[in-house]
């Protein structure tokens, strides 16, 4: 990547079409040189040649001369001189081609033709925005590894009142400028890192079973920053209902035997081990009924036993590797019983979540969490997953970094 980066904005028929020159200038005033490609409808919002006058780039626009054959394939050549693409604002239809891959115009074509990192900022009215098309599609292109920059609630352009409108442009500039960062960062490079995701289920029976809400997102969002900062990933988990991570070993382990037989086996070979998956703490004492229990009796009672303390196990068998738990506990007043696990189980660092807030946390897409080490405690502030996952490896690769320094890493 040279030192300025280079962005290519994709700008798309909607009535936040205007906002798009101020994000255009906060891109600039980031160190970037922005090159505008419009959809056909965009320029009926906005003319290119404010775009062009800012950018003082030629702006692509969707005219015919240029999807015939010349010198030059636009979409394939800008795309790979982009260092990132950024569409805002993005309509309900473009988001829908993407999701489908259809390329039926230059901006469609060009983000099919474009492997680097994507942003996209919806704006609609808020009937479009919730529409379930439109949050199937958005859906799909998060799994897919796109970074939608989510729309705010406000007065819309319609007159509604709702969810829908774009972005503040300095939130999408913020968002650019943490992806560069990423992209830059290969501070893993090399590294053997294990995580674990999801959420074990202990079997009562052939149906039922003792679970817990956990939806693995904050560890695969983990999975693909670490492989995407050069580390081998290894990924155990435990009843995940998500796209597999590209580039990242994938393994099943449903119940928290399999969970600790699966951490086991790994530890020799890894350099850290990051426990994001809720494990069960107990399972049927007697182990799971044979078929399925029947109807009939007015009590049940089951008789529970404490599944294996894998990361306990872990402390007593590791041989240096950098060691990360999860606690996920109830209120503020967690936090010390966090700090209790974190020197009772000999781990590196913790991170606490506080699972009686209901907008984040389990099955939520954003976190806010709090790292904590033997002697520092980081508020990691509301926010997605995936920037969570960012955050928290930039204190581990910073930890495990200064370590090697100490040689203290397993070779
Ligand atoms: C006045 C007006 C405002 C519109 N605003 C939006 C909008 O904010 N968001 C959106 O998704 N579509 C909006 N549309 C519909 C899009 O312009 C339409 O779906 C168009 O086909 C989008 O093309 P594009 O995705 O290629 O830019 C608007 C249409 C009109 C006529």
């Known amino acids: ?210 679970g817990n809400r956990s939806s693995g997102k904050m560890g695969f969002a983990l999975a693909r920053a670490a492989f995407d900062r050069g580390a081998h990933v290894d990924l155990i988990q435990a009843n995940v209902d998500m796209p597999d991570v590209p580039g990242v070993r994938q393994v099943e382990a449903s119940t928290a035997a399999k969970m600790h037989a699966q951490v086991m086996k790994r530890l020799p070979d890894i350099d850290i081990l990051i426990m994001a998956a809720a494990v069960a703490d107990y399972r049927v004492a007697d182990g799971p009924a044979g078929g399925k229990v029947g109807k009939g009796k007015d009590e049940w009672c089951i008789d529970l036993a404490a599944t294996t303390d894998i990361l306990c196990d872990v402390a007593e068998h590791h041989k240096g590797q950098y060691l990360v738990g999860f606690a996920a506990e109830y209120g503020l007043e967690g936090v010390a019983r966090a700090r209790g696990k974190l020197e009772r189980k000999k781990l590196d660092m913790i991170v606490f979540n506080d699972i009686s807030r209901t907008d984040i946390g389990f099955d939520s897409d954003y976190n806010e969490v709090r790292i904590l080490t033997k002697d520092s405690e980081v508020l990691l502030g509301r926010a997605q997953k995936e920037t969570i996952a960012e955050l928290i490896l930039d204190n581990v690769a910073q930890a495990v970094r200064s370590r090697i320094g100490e040689g203290s890493l397993p070779a």
């Open 1 to 210: 990547m040279a030192d300025q980066p280079v962005v290519l904005l994709g700008v798309t028929g909607g009535i936040a079409a205007y906002k798009a020159a101020e994000l255009l200038r906060g891109l600039q005033k980031a160190n970037m040189d922005v090159r505008v490609v419009m959809t056909k409808a965009a320029t009926r919002f906005v003319g290119p040649m404010t775009f062009e006058t800012l950018s003082t780039h030629a702006v692509r626009l969707d005219e015919i001369s240029e999807l015939t054959a010349d010198s030059r394939i636009t979409h394939i050549d800008d795309s790979q001189e982009a260092d990132i693409m950024v569409i805002a604002p993005a309509t309900a239809n473009t988001i829908a081609k993407m999701a489908n891959g259809i390329a039926d115009n230059l901006l469609s074509s060009m983000y099919l033709a474009f492997a680097k990192t994507v942003v996209v900022a919806p704006a609609m009215n808020t009937n479009m925005w919730e529409h379930p098309a439109t949050q199937r599609n958005v859906l799909l292109l998060r799994e897919r590894g796109v970074f939608v920059v989510e729309p705010g609630a406000g007065e819309l352009a319609c007159g509604d009142y709702g969810s829908g409108r774009m972005a503040n442009p300095d939130s999408i500039v913020a968002e650019v400028k943490l992806r560069l960062q990423v992209q830059r960062k290969r501070d893993l490079r090399g590294m053997r890192v294990l995580i674990t995701a999801g959420g074990t289920r202990e079997p009562i029976d052939a149906v039922r079973f003792i």
